[in-house]
């Protein structure tokens, strides 16, 4: 098994819609949760972490964590094309700060 | 968050030869890391870099192929020595910085290498 898994892609989704991304983990210690937004040639930006059960919200993105069934994820409200690029979900290893990125989602919004 | 640059941007280089990486920080890290975005694939860490001590290598890869350094806590460099098409990647770097939601790391704009 993966240490991080991503529901495959790529996500078509309409301009206004809700884009869903999720991420399953196999390290049950693991504390801390990212999400990573990479457009098309350019580095990961780091756009939410979540480290408790629950709901965790900045401006349109939503990040969900589930520790008991080891998930996480990253929903997108109201979608607009600028939201279109591959986001990685990212979770440190056991006892460290290194970081294991799931293979990505891409999500193309469509106008 | 710290701003990080990295040079060169990109490079096109001949199977053999090497290249050295820059990372720059502008404020004291103590950790920096060193990833490898292969093309269509995540990203693979390859080392750990702390000031003072050896680099700590991830399994898959090795000193005498990517040697590091770091002579300070703003600073440090990646070569991939002995270069082959399969090197052609874009080689990250990260530092990190702790928060409320645990150690978030944040990364530099990368080098685009493709070797010929």
């Known amino acids: 098994q993966k240490e991080v898994e991503q529901n495959s892609g790529p996500l078509s989704v309409p301009e206004g819609a809700i884009a869903s991304l999720n991420c399953t983990y196999s390290?049950?210690?693991?504390?801390?949760f990212f999400w990573y937004r990479q457009y098309s040639g350019k580095s990961p930006e780091l756009i939410m972490s979540?480290?408790?059960?629950g709901d965790k919200e900045d401006g349109r993105f939503t990040a969900q964590l589930n520790k008991a069934s080891q998930y996480v994820s990253l929903l997108i409200r109201d979608s607009q094309p600028s939201d279109s690029a591959t986001y990685l979900c990212?979770?440190?290893?056991?006892?460290?700060?290194?970081?294991?990125f799931g293979a990505g989602t891409t999500v193309t919004v469509r106008a | 968050s710290a701003v990080i640059s990295q040079k060169p941007s990109r490079d096109i280089c001949q199977r053999g030869t090497s290249l050295t990486i820059q990372c720059q920080v502008d404020?004291?890290?103590?950790?920096m890391f060193w990833y490898r975005q292969q093309p269509g694939q995540s990203l693979t860490l390859i080392a750990t870099?702390?000031?003072?001590?050896?680099?700590?290598?991830e399994s898959g890869f090795v000193i005498d192929k990517f040697p590091i350094s770091r002579p300070n806590l703003t600073f440090s460099t990646l070569t991939v020595s002995n270069m082959s098409p399969e090197d052609s990647s874009i080689y990250l770097c990260?530092?990190?910085?702790?928060?409320?939601?645990?150690?978030?790391?944040?990364f530099g704009p990368g080098t685009r290498l493709t070797v010929t």
């Open positions: 404020s004291q890290v103590t950790m």
């Open positions: 870099a702390n000031q003072g001590s050896e680099a700590t290598y």
């Open positions: 979540i480290y408790s059960n």
């Open positions: 990212a979770v440190p290893r056991s006892n460290d700060y290194k970081l294991s």
């Open positions: 390290d049950r210690v693991s504390q801390s």
């Open positions: 990260s530092v990190g910085a702790q928060s409320g939601s645990g150690y978030e790391q944040y």
